[in-house]
Protein backbone atom coordinates (compact mmCIF):
# COMPACT_ATOMS: atom_id res chain seq x y z
CA UNK A 1 0.00 0.00 0.00
CA UNK A 2 2.58 2.61 -0.59
CA UNK A 3 6.18 3.51 1.10
CA UNK A 4 4.60 5.31 3.70
CA UNK A 5 2.87 3.40 6.04
CA UNK A 6 0.38 3.69 9.63
CA UNK A 7 3.48 3.15 11.65
CA UNK A 8 5.24 6.25 9.76
CA UNK A 9 6.49 9.06 12.24
CA UNK A 10 6.09 11.48 10.23
CA UNK A 11 4.54 13.00 6.55
CA UNK A 12 6.50 13.21 3.71
CA UNK A 13 7.03 16.00 1.44
CA UNK A 14 8.58 15.78 -2.26
CA UNK A 15 9.22 19.19 -3.81
CA UNK A 16 10.49 20.00 -7.59
CA UNK A 17 10.84 23.32 -9.27
CA UNK A 18 11.26 23.70 -13.09
CA UNK A 19 11.20 27.06 -15.70
CA UNK A 20 8.69 27.65 -18.56
CA UNK A 21 9.42 29.19 -21.61
CA UNK A 22 8.33 33.06 -20.60
CA UNK A 23 10.64 32.64 -17.98
CA UNK A 24 8.13 31.89 -14.75
CA UNK A 25 8.86 28.90 -12.54
CA UNK A 26 6.70 26.50 -11.65
CA UNK A 27 6.30 24.75 -7.96
CA UNK A 28 4.95 20.90 -7.75
CA UNK A 29 4.56 19.25 -4.60
CA UNK A 30 3.38 16.24 -3.37
CA UNK A 31 2.28 15.58 0.77
CA UNK A 32 2.40 11.69 1.30
CA UNK A 33 0.66 10.31 4.31
CA UNK A 34 -1.05 7.52 5.64
CA UNK A 35 -4.91 7.87 5.09
CA UNK A 36 -8.39 8.01 3.62
CA UNK A 37 -8.88 11.18 2.36
CA UNK A 38 -12.80 10.92 0.50
CA UNK A 39 -13.43 8.59 3.33
CA UNK A 40 -14.20 5.84 1.22
CA UNK A 41 -14.47 1.63 2.79
CA UNK A 42 -11.12 0.03 2.20
CA UNK A 43 -9.23 2.47 0.70
CA UNK A 44 -6.91 3.65 3.57
CA UNK A 45 -3.55 3.81 2.57
CA UNK A 46 -0.35 5.57 1.30
CA UNK A 47 -2.04 9.02 -0.15
CA UNK A 48 -0.35 11.44 -2.16
CA UNK A 49 -1.83 14.94 -2.63
CA UNK A 50 -0.42 17.12 -5.35
CA UNK A 51 -0.18 20.65 -5.80
CA UNK A 52 1.34 22.91 -8.32
CA UNK A 53 1.79 26.42 -8.68
CA UNK A 54 3.50 29.50 -11.61
CA UNK A 55 5.03 31.78 -9.92
CA UNK A 56 5.12 34.37 -13.18
CA UNK A 57 8.97 35.56 -14.11
CA UNK A 58 8.33 39.72 -13.44
CA UNK A 59 6.79 39.89 -9.82
CA UNK A 60 6.76 35.98 -8.79
CA UNK A 61 3.43 36.10 -8.13
CA UNK A 62 1.77 32.85 -7.71
CA UNK A 63 -1.01 31.45 -10.05
CA UNK A 64 -2.71 28.41 -11.18
CA UNK A 65 -4.07 29.99 -14.37
CA UNK A 66 -3.01 27.83 -17.33
CA UNK A 67 -4.15 30.48 -20.30
CA UNK A 68 -1.82 32.87 -22.24
CA UNK A 69 1.47 31.35 -22.08
CA UNK A 70 1.18 28.60 -24.81
CA UNK A 71 3.50 26.37 -22.64
CA UNK A 72 0.90 24.11 -21.00
CA UNK A 73 1.39 21.34 -22.65
CA UNK A 74 4.67 21.47 -21.70
CA UNK A 75 4.07 22.12 -18.44
CA UNK A 76 1.50 19.55 -17.94
CA UNK A 77 3.69 16.69 -19.91
CA UNK A 78 6.56 17.60 -17.37
CA UNK A 79 4.01 17.61 -14.19
CA UNK A 80 3.19 14.03 -15.80
CA UNK A 81 6.40 12.60 -15.90
CA UNK A 82 7.38 13.81 -11.86
CA UNK A 83 3.74 11.85 -11.11
CA UNK A 84 4.70 8.80 -13.28
CA UNK A 85 7.88 9.24 -11.40
CA UNK A 86 6.63 9.04 -7.98
CA UNK A 87 4.57 6.37 -8.35
CA UNK A 88 7.17 4.16 -9.41
CA UNK A 89 9.24 4.83 -6.47
CA UNK A 90 6.62 4.61 -3.80
CA UNK A 91 3.30 3.08 -5.51
CA UNK A 92 0.73 4.96 -3.52
CA UNK A 93 -3.14 3.69 -3.45
CA UNK A 94 -4.30 7.09 -3.93
CA UNK A 95 -3.29 10.34 -5.39
CA UNK A 96 -5.26 13.32 -4.74
CA UNK A 97 -5.48 16.74 -6.72
CA UNK A 98 -7.96 19.42 -7.69
CA UNK A 99 -8.37 22.36 -9.86
CA UNK A 100 -10.32 25.74 -9.18
CA UNK A 101 -12.45 26.66 -12.25
CA UNK A 102 -12.22 30.39 -11.46
CA UNK A 103 -9.11 32.32 -10.29
CA UNK A 104 -10.28 36.21 -9.57
CA UNK A 105 -12.77 36.69 -12.20
CA UNK A 106 -11.16 34.79 -14.72
CA UNK A 107 -12.09 31.07 -15.54
CA UNK A 108 -9.06 28.80 -15.73
CA UNK A 109 -7.96 26.12 -18.07
CA UNK A 110 -6.89 23.48 -15.01
CA UNK A 111 -9.96 21.58 -14.74
CA UNK A 112 -10.54 20.65 -18.40
CA UNK A 113 -7.04 19.65 -18.81
CA UNK A 114 -6.50 17.60 -15.83
CA UNK A 115 -9.59 15.73 -16.74
CA UNK A 116 -8.06 14.90 -20.28
CA UNK A 117 -5.17 13.92 -18.64
CA UNK A 118 -6.77 11.66 -16.00
CA UNK A 119 -9.28 10.07 -18.84
CA UNK A 120 -5.76 9.14 -20.74
CA UNK A 121 -3.33 8.04 -18.60
CA UNK A 122 -4.69 6.82 -15.13
CA UNK A 123 -5.97 3.48 -16.42
CA UNK A 124 -2.50 3.03 -17.65
CA UNK A 125 -0.59 4.05 -14.74
CA UNK A 126 -2.83 1.35 -12.73
CA UNK A 127 -5.52 3.91 -11.00
CA UNK A 128 -9.01 4.31 -11.49
CA UNK A 129 -10.39 7.76 -10.61
CA UNK A 130 -12.95 9.22 -8.82
CA UNK A 131 -14.01 12.93 -8.85
CA UNK A 132 -16.34 15.18 -6.99
CA UNK A 133 -17.68 18.50 -9.12
CA UNK A 134 -18.97 21.50 -7.12
CA UNK A 135 -19.11 25.21 -9.01
CA UNK A 136 -15.81 26.32 -8.52
CA UNK A 137 -13.75 23.25 -8.31
CA UNK A 138 -13.16 19.80 -9.57
CA UNK A 139 -11.10 17.12 -7.28
CA UNK A 140 -10.45 13.86 -8.51
CA UNK A 141 -9.31 10.99 -6.83
CA UNK A 142 -6.81 8.25 -8.17
CA UNK A 143 -6.87 4.93 -6.62
CA UNK A 144 -4.70 1.46 -7.45
CA UNK A 145 -6.37 -0.93 -9.12
Do not use: C
Not at 6 to 25: L, R
Not at 82 to 106: L, R, Y
Not at 120 to 132: I, N, P, Q, V
Amino acid sequence: KGSITPDSKKNAMEEYTFKTSDGGTIEFTANHFWGNPWGIPNYTGHTVAIEFVKRDAQYGHPTYDMTGEGDAMRIMATVLDIIKSIIKKHKPMTITFMADKIEGSKKTGRAGAYGAIVKRFAGKMGYKSDTENSVDRTEWMLIKK
